[in-house]
């Protein structure tokens, strides 16, 4: 199999149907329909199955999407990194959590770029668990995450430590309080990043439901704008990391934390075990580590 019966067979996924699917990709019904049966005879499964309007995708189809199109995504890094190249950039791809970098501040980037113009940094905000996935998996040179890091896997450098933070309106009664513990949150309604994330899975799951205490979780979501909304217009609590929750405060919102040691987590600049970076790689991690230490 190759990159263009992959790309195909998504648009016929997405379109559910062979001839809307050739008109975008600029095929004959005929052409398309002989790369599908190509992929296959191929995987030795059908893919598709026709019905009146279209075709009904199989679930060993359904269940190959996601693979897919992560294939597809590695696909256009390598071409985009093999561009950059061609124009002598080298490229270091980091793979942060959900608004990290942009807690470190623009002009944390524009010194790196300062001082090593010949360079391209590639940030993805993403979750702690497919950022580490994604450095096993050789997709991107660095990792930075919560720990506790599997040092098995990864090398871990200490970048700073982040406390858990609640926003919340400032008429809630809990917002009369300048420090809270987790059992103040019995009763209360939780908006939370989502359990992909380890300070959901820290603050929620561990500390708070799994020690009996009852909350209602009516939505999870990593978007801070939206929890910024949702806390605004009165429906809970949003609990996250100190450095997204100051920025993502209004003017009827307050920040609280946690009168509790383990309230918190380090975060890590994180690297392949057993690898060695590039001249690149090691530019970035030394300048982050000075800019952190500062």
């Known amino acids: ?4 019966q992959l790309s195909y067979f998504l648009e016929v996924y997405r379109c559910r149907n062979i001839q809307a699917a050739a008109d975008k990709l600029y095929l004959t019904h005929q052409g398309l329909s002989r790369v599908i049966r190509s992929l296959e005879e191929e995987l030795g499964s059908p893919l598709f199955s026709r019905i009146n309007r279209g075709v009904e995708p199989t679930d060993f189809a359904t269940t190959l999407v996601p693979h897919v199109q992560r294939l597809l995504d590695d696909y256009a890094t390598i071409q985009g990194v093999h561009t950059l190249t061609n124009q002598a950039r080298s490229v270091v791809t980091i793979y942060a959590l959900d608004h990290l970098f942009g807690y470190l501040g623009a002009d944390l980037l524009l010194d790196f770029h300062r001082q090593h113009p010949e360079i391209t940094l590639s940030i ?3 979750t702690d668990e497919y950022a580490l996935e994604s450095l096993s998996a050789g997709r991107c ?9 599997d040092n098995t896997r990864f090398t871990a450098t200490p970048l700073f430590y982040s406390r858990f933070a609640f926003r919340m309106r400032r008429d809630h009664p809990l917002a009369q309080k300048e420090h809270l513990s987790f059992e103040d ?15 959901f899975r820290t603050n929620i799951d561990q500390f708070m ?13 990593p978007d801070e704008s939206l929890l910024q909304q949702l806390v605004e217009a009165g429906l809970g609590i949003a609990t996250t990391y100190d450095f997204t929750a100051v920025s993502h405060c209004g003017e009827n919102t ?23 970076p590039t001249r690149a790689g090691r530019a970035f991690k030394q300048f982050l580590l000075d800019k952190v230490t500062e």
């Open 1 to 4: 199999m190759n990159q263009k």
């Open 124 to 126: 993805l905000d993403t």
């Open 141 to 149: 040179d660095f990792a930075v995450v919560n720990g506790p890091i």
């Open 185 to 199: 949150f019995a009763g209360e309604t939780i908006l939370g990043k989502g359990r992909a994330y380890h300070c």
């Open 209 to 221: 439901l799994s020690q009996g205490l009852h909350v209602t979780v009516p939505i999870e979501t």
């Open 254 to 276: 307050v920040v609280r934390f946690l009168d509790d040691d383990r309230a918190g987590h380090h975060i890590y600049l994180v690297e392949k075990a057993g690898t060695l």
